[in-house]
């Protein structure tokens, strides 16, 4: 390696730079191998994905990249399938209902540990330990906690509570979990819509498991802006006379907001292209109640071979987890 | 490198996982079981289809890799080794997904130009549309001749591997896809009468009963959606019969018939009797159900048997085709391919020479589970069920499977499957049959 390779010295701001041999070409040089590997391998095959997106290739055999008529045939044909509409609603309400249980559940986990309750670093691992894992394992694991016939159902009997119920006359307490198929609500749509906008009932169990999981991240996310909180300026609002309550609510919590939002667009954009949890927890559920645009990329693409038709969901979530990602990264950069 | 001689398989790592996805397993070197069961192939009977020099490697690629299936294999191996002991076995098998996961490597593979030697496909559509279609597959009708397979292949069979008059795929083993497996003991409690022979009403009616004693009569596994297809297609065969079912493929049988929807109708109520978990369980839950006394019955095939196998519950079990399909045999098959440009193109013939022998498929589907796809070969090293299974198949007319790929198109077949899993939950026969039409039609 040449030895004008090693990076000319820092130079105090007030002396003239002076001009080193190579300077001008030299860092666009060194960086020109990431950013030809950055090109080829994430924009050049974003930009592949788009085209087979609009192309005529739905065969197994030599990709055929003709443009189809119209272009927009495939995204039409997409956005017109049932089951896609159903993968998009169920992709967002799990976004949703998990995004705010994961930073409750997270924010109350690390403001008890926060309070140097007996036993905090120990509790502290247990929490964090289920982030560990694999996606896979949890959602094996929680497939059998929540089948209706030899999970958490059991525990209801064994408890007590349905021979409770049946004191009272009531029936069984035997919720149908990731079997149930019933979907919530149904706001009234647009005859395009084929699929009933609700919260499918098999959902909510995912949602757990993704709780599970994740809401550990979220504590440890909450536990470091905890400790960035200086002591000050607790003393200072218990000499003001503040109530615990009063100060979490009105000092603590709103301080930890750039915590808020930084949890916020990880854990997001694991829940926009959610795909392994649920593949092995629930598959595409009852009547596709579990299903997300992930399962059906994978299924048209590599089990259909519509590869066009699979490309086309997948720029599809690409364009969703943007919308989170890009203005978050134009505002870190603004703040640099 | 170790040569298969050393009982140990060779595998090569190759770049399968960079462009598809994460769960792709490339399969490490399994140390050949050492089971001797059932007597090796003597090689001096398998006929040698090449005798050009053989070079020095053969490569197979499969999805068989687990217990059974991959034992079955090496039983391949052996016949191979037995007539060229100097040559290289390399075992390209990936493990995982029911053999998605191996399709998806191959594919990668077929379109980079690296074919192996021979590669696994089912019959039918699969290996038309992604084999035969794109051209990575040659016509081996000369080896398909020497070997006399016409006269040793049922003709349902026969039809299947054949497009345009060529022969594309040399059968090795056949599953049974229409059995209805129960449990003896829930039939005697319950005084019902099991019958080689059932009709859906027998079938029903007997439901009936089971229902009042709080017993799913039949026990589906949907999780995998396959399974539910697997049970619509039994229930629509023996509601059409075998030459309407097969008209369904080649346009002849229209999919707007009334006879669908008396079908579709029936599926309906079957459902009304399936257990409450299904869309919770894989097709090995459903059939731990039927071995423990939980459900009647489950409509799958073959491989099933195994699993009852594998937890020594084989006596519980009573077996027959699924209602009104006696006379059916539901293939589910397994052969090789001729790679075009083969790497090793005399070893590519010759081992095909060898997994289309009688002798050598007979030492094979015992470790299967399955039957030999030749009615010629020795059945005795099967079990009680497979041997009934092998009666059925040299008797019976055999169809293709929509669940496993063999009757219609990748695309037709994934429109099926989502068509039937929003009815498990909807039962909506007039938009079944709309989406079963649509299907068809988009497969045009």
């Known amino acids: 390696m040449a030895t004008n390779a090693i990076p000319a010295p820092i130079e105090p701001e007030n002396t003239p730079p002076k001009r080193r041999l190579g300077e001008g070409w030299m860092s666009p040089l060194m960086l020109a191998p990431s950013v030809i590997a950055l090109i080829v391998f994430i924009y050049g095959f974003i930009g592949m994905t788009f085209w087979i997106s609009i192309s005529n290739w739905r065969k197994a055999g030599p990709m055929d990249l003709s443009i189809s008529d119209p272009w927009w045939g495939v995204y039409d044909r997409l956005f017109n399938d049932r089951r896609f509409q159903i993968g998009l609603r169920n992709t967002i309400i799990f976004t949703v209902l998990f995004l705010l249980l994961a930073v409750v559940v997270g924010l109350l986990l690390a403001i008890l540990l926060d309070r140097h309750i007996f036993g905090g670093s120990v509790f502290r691992n247990i929490f964090l330990f289920p982030y560990a894992l694999s996606f896979i394992v949890t959602g094996v694991s929680w497939r059998w906690i929540f089948n209706p016939e030899s999970g958490v159902n059991l525990l209801f009997d064994h408890l007590g509570i349905n021979w409770l119920l049946a004191q009272f006359g009531a029936g069984p307490l035997k919720p149908g979990w990731l079997t149930n198929p019933e979907v919530i609500g149904n706001l009234p749509m647009p005859d395009a819509v084929k699929a009933q906008i609700g919260i499918p009932m098999a959902l909510i169990p995912v949602v757990i498991a993704a709780v599970w999981q994740l809401s550990g991240f979220a504590m440890a996310m909450y536990l470091a802006g905890l400790g960035t909180i200086s002591t000050e300026v607790r003393e200072a609002a218990q000499l003001d006379g503040a109530s615990t309550w009063r100060m979490y609510r009105d000092i603590i919590i709103p301080l930890l907001k750039p915590i808020t939002v930084s949890t916020l667009i990880i854990l997001g954009h694991v829940s926009l292209k959610i795909f392994d949890l649920i593949f092995a927890m629930s598959g595409t559920g009852p009547g596709f109640a579990t299903d997300v645009p992930g399962i059906y990329m994978f299924e048209q693409t590599f089990k259909a071979t519509r590869y066009n038709l699979g490309a086309a969901a997948s720029v599809v979530m690409l364009i969703m987890v943007s919308l989170v990602i890009v203005p978050y990264l134009a505002r870190t950069m603004k703040d640099l | ?444």
């Open chain 2, 1 to 444: 490198m170790q040569t298969f001689r050393s009982r140990k398989i060779n595998r090569r790592q190759f770049a399968a996982g960079s462009a598809v996805f994460a769960t792709v397993a490339v399969m490490p070197g399994i140390r050949v079981a050492a089971q001797d069961a059932s007597p090796a192939a003597s090689p001096a009977t398998i006929a040698i289809l090449n005798d050009g020099t053989p070079e020095s490697d053969l490569e197979v690629f499969s999805w068989w890799t687990g217990p059974g299936e991959h034992d079955g294999l090496v039983k391949l191996y052996e016949a191979f080794i037995g007539l060229f002991p100097d040559v290289q076995i390399t075992d390209a098998a990936v493990a995982g997904g029911a053999g998605s996961n191996a399709k998806a490597a191959l594919s990668t593979r077929l379109e980079g130009g690296d074919p192996p030697d021979s590669w696994q496909s089912h019959a039918g559509k699969e290996l038309q549309e992604l084999y035969q279609g794109p051209g990575y597959a040659e016509p081996l009708t000369d080896i398909w001749n020497a070997m006399g397979l016409d006269d040793a292949i049922p003709q349902g069979l026969n039809d299947q591997v054949t497009v345009d008059g060529e022969k594309y795929l040399i059968p090795v083993g056949v599953h049974m896809g229409n059995v209805l497996f129960a449990n003896k003991q829930v039939a005697t409690d319950n005084g019902l009468e099991w019958s080689d022979t059932l009709t859906s009403d027998d079938f029903l009616a007997m439901a009936d009963t089971l229902k009042e004693a709080g017993i799913p009569a039949i026990a589906l596994g949907s999780k995998d959606s396959f399974a539910a297809v697997q049970l619509f297609e039994n229930i629509l065969m023996g509601q059409l019969g075998g030459d309407a079912y097969n008209g369904l493929w080649d346009g002849s049988t229209d999919w707007g018939g009334d006879d669908i929807t008396a079908a579709i109708e029936t599926f309906a109520k079957y459902l009304d009797y399936v257990n409450d978990d299904h869309s919770s369980l894989t097709w090995d839950g459903a059939m731990d159900l039927v071995l423990n006394g939980t459900a009647f019955a489950t409509s799958m095939g073959d491989w099933a048997y195994g699993a009852a196998v594998s937890k020594e519950k084989t006596d519980v079990l009573a077996w027959a085709a699924h209602p009104d399909t006696d006379g059916l045999y539901v293939s589910v098959m397994d052969g090789f391919t001729l790679p075009k440009d083969a790497p090793h193109p005399v070893n590519a013939e010759n081992w095909l020479g060898v997994v289309g022998s009688a002798e050598a498929q007979a030492t094979f589907a015992p470790y299967k589970g399955c039957i030999p796809a030749r009615t010629d070969a020795d059945t005795s090293g099967l079990s009680d069920y497979g041997q009934w299974s092998a009666s059925q198949f040299g008797s019976a007319q055999v169809v293709a499977s929509i669940a496993h790929g063999a009757a219609a198109a990748p695309g037709q077949v994934l429109d099926i499957t989502d068509a039937i899993t929003s009815f498990l939950v909807d039962k909506d026969v007039a938009a079944l049959q709309d989406a079963l039409s649509m299907a068809a039609e988009d497969a045009q």
